[in-house]
Nanobody
Framework: VQLQASGGGLVQPGGSLRLSCAAS????????MGWYRQAPGKQRELVAS???????HYADSVKGRFTISRDGAKNTGYLSMNSLNPEDTAVYYC??????????????????WGQGTQVTVSS
C-alpha cells in the first residue's frame, strides 16, 4: 500500500491549506486514516483521524479549525486547515490502517505512511 500526500506549503497566519492523502495498492479496505505532525524539537502528535464509519478525532489544539474527511471511492483523505497560526508549523504525515490478504490468503492488517508534507505558517 502506498500513500501519496499532497498539499502543504507556506501560508500567512490566519490562512488556510488543505492536505490530501491518496492510498493505492493491494488492499481490501482502508480502516481509519489520519495525520500526525512533528515540529522541530517536539514529539510527533496525532492531529486528526477518521474511521471508516466517519467518526473523527482531533487534537485539542486544532479543534474548531481543522476538519478531516475522506472519500471512500477515491481512497483519499483530506485535512482542511483554517485559521492557521505559527504553532501549526510542522511536517505533516498521513497514515492509513488497512486490511487485506497476504499472498497465501491470510488476513493482514497494517499501517502505511505517506511522505512528510511541510506546512509553514509565517508572515
Amino acid at each position: 500500500v502506498q500513500l501519496q500526500a499532497s498539499g502543504g506549503g507556506l501560508v500567512q497566519p490566519g490562512g488556510s491549506l488543505r492536505l490530501s492523502c491518496a492510498a493505492s495498492g493491494s488492499f481490501l479496505r482502508i480502516d481509519d486514516m489520519g495525520w500526525y505532525r512533528q515540529a522541530p524539537g517536539k514529539q510527533r502528535e496525532l492531529v486528526a483521524s477518521i474511521t471508516s464509519g466517519g467518526g473523527t478525532h482531533y487534537a485539542d489544539s486544532v479543534k474548531g479549525r481543522f476538519t478531516i474527511s475522506r472519500d471512500g471511492a477515491k481512497n483519499t483523505g483530506y485535512l482542511s486547515m483554517n485559521s492557521l497560526n505559527p504553532e501549526d508549523t510542522a511536517v505533516y504525515y498521513c497514515y492509513v490502517n488497512w486490511s487485506g490478504l497476504t499472498d497465501t490468503k491470510d488476513p493482514i492488517r497494517a499501517k502505511a505512511w505517506g511522505q512528510g508534507t511541510q506546512v509553514t505558517v509565517s508572515s
